[in-house]
Nanobody, 123 residues
Framework: QVQLEESGGGLVQAGASLRLSCAAS????????VGWFRQAPGKEREFVTS???????DYAEFVKGRFIISSDNAKNMVYLQMNSVRPEDAAVYYCACSSGSGSYRSPADFLSWGQGTQVTVSS
C-alpha cells in the first residue's frame, strides 16, 4: 500500500505560478505511474498529468505548455509546477499512484490517492 500526501496548494493570482508536491511512502513498486488529477465543485475528477517510472510524461491538452510534472525518485517526491495559472485551474488537486507503468488517464487505473490540496485562483 502506498500512502500519498499533497502539499503546496493555496491562493494564487491568475497568471502566477504555484508548485504542488506529492510525498509518497510505503510499498512503492519499481514500475509505477504517478498522476495528478483535479476536481472542481460540481465537476468530475479529471486527469491533469502523469509521470512514469522511466520519466515519460503525459499531459492533458488544457495544461500543455503551462504545467510541468517532475519526480525525485530518491526522495519519493512528485511535483506539479503550475505556471500561467488560470481561474479555471481552481480545484482540489490530487496525486495518485498506479501499481502499473502504463499511460493511464482514468482515475480507475490509480489505486492509491492522497487527500488533495486546494488551489484557489484570484482573477
Amino acid at each position: 500500500q502506498v500512502q500519498l500526501e499533497e502539499s503546496g496548494g493555496g491562493l494564487v493570482q491568475a497568471g502566477a505560478s504555484l508548485r504542488l508536491s506529492c510525498a509518497a511512502s510505503g510499498r512503492i513498486s519499481s514500475w509505477y505511474t504517478v498522476g495528478w488529477f483535479r476536481q472542481a465543485p460540481g465537476k468530475e475528477r479529471e486527469f491533469v498529468t502523469s509521470i512514469r517510472w522511466n520519466g515519460d510524461t503525459d499531459y492533458a491538452e488544457f495544461v500543455k505548455g503551462r504545467f510541468i510534472i517532475s519526480s525525485d525518485n530518491a526522495k519519493n517526491m512528485v511535483y506539479l509546477q503550475m505556471n500561467s495559472v488560470r481561474p479555471e485551474d481552481a480545484a482540489v488537486y490530487y496525486c495518485a499512484c498506479s501499481s502499473g507503468s502504463g499511460s493511464y488517464r482514468s482515475p480507475a487505473d490509480f489505486l492509491s490517492w492522497g487527500q488533495g490540496t486546494q488551489v484557489t485562483v484570484s482573477s
